[in-house]
């Protein structure tokens, strides 16, 4: 079993569609998690940071299940920009080793 | 600010030679990592240094791999001798607090052995 899981997609939604991605994880150690974005052929970028008590940033909502081991992101209004592959991301669990996700590729389309 | 910086950004070489790859990381951040990314295996953490100490290695896949960092602005990552299954692109990323608050990448050096 993979340390940290993301289905892959591709997720394929139009412009203004509401998606959810989700991700489990299985060092119930584990310490921070968080959410990135990969655009084609470009450095990994911080989206957002993801707390039990779940945390929203503009259209994004980021959720941490602690008991399930379960992460989620919620994107609201879906813009063709968001277009790019998320990955979920764990911290943690001895020391400070972070364990990818492989990535969920979303599609918006006009 | 700059970001993290990465050198060079495009290597090509041939299998047997020995390759060196630079990284700068943000000023005041105390933590380095190193990471491989492909399309097969995704993004795997190789070593990461706290305060120019490497913590811990146990992702670099052999021996031909190495990684330094002599000061707090300077890590190098070597590959020696060079193998096609090493190409892939590899990133530098730093952090405060052991990333417990996101790292930030550089923008990679896409390594291709031939």
């Known amino acids: 079993r993979k340390e940290v899981e993301q289905d892959p997609g591709p997720f394929n939604v139009p412009e203004g569609a509401t998606v959810a991605f989700n991700c489990t994880y299985s060092?119930?150690?584990?310490?921070?998690f968080f959410w990135y974005r990969q655009d084609c052929r470009k450095e990994p970028k911080l989206l957002m940071s993801?707390?039990?008590s779940g945390n929203e940033d503009g259209r994004f909502t980021a959720q941490l299940n602690r008991a399930s081991q379960y992460i989620s992101l919620l994107i609201r209004d879906s813009k063709l920009s968001d277009s790019a592959t998320y990955l979920c991301?764990?911290?943690?669990?001895?020391?400070?080793?972070?364990?990818f996700g492989a990535g969920t590729r979303l599609f918006v389309k006009a | 600010d700059a970001g993290v910086i990465q050198s060079p950004r495009h290597e090509v070489t041939e299998m047997g030679q020995e390759v060196t790859l630079r990284c700068k990381p943000i000023?005041?951040?105390?933590?380095l990592f190193w990471y491989r990314q492909t399309m097969m295996r995704g993004l795997e953490l190789l070593i990461y240094?706290?305060?120019?100490?490497?913590?811990?290695d146990s992702g670099m896949p052999e021996d031909r791999f190495s990684a330094k960092m002599p000061n707090a602005s300077f890590s190098t990552l070597k590959i020696q001798p060079s193998e096609p299954r090493d190409s892939a692109v590899y990133f530098c990323?730093?952090?405060?607090?052991?990333?417990?608050?996101?790292?930030?990448f550089g923008p990679g050096t896409r390594l291709t052995v031939l």
């Open positions: 990323a730093s952090s405060l607090y052991g990333g417990t608050q996101g790292q930030y």
């Open positions: 060092n119930s150690a584990s310490q921070s």
């Open positions: 993801v707390y039990s």
């Open positions: 991301v764990v911290n943690g669990g001895g020391g400070f080793k972070t364990i």
């Open positions: 000023s005041g951040h105390d933590y």
């Open positions: 240094f706290n305060n120019n100490v490497p913590i811990d």
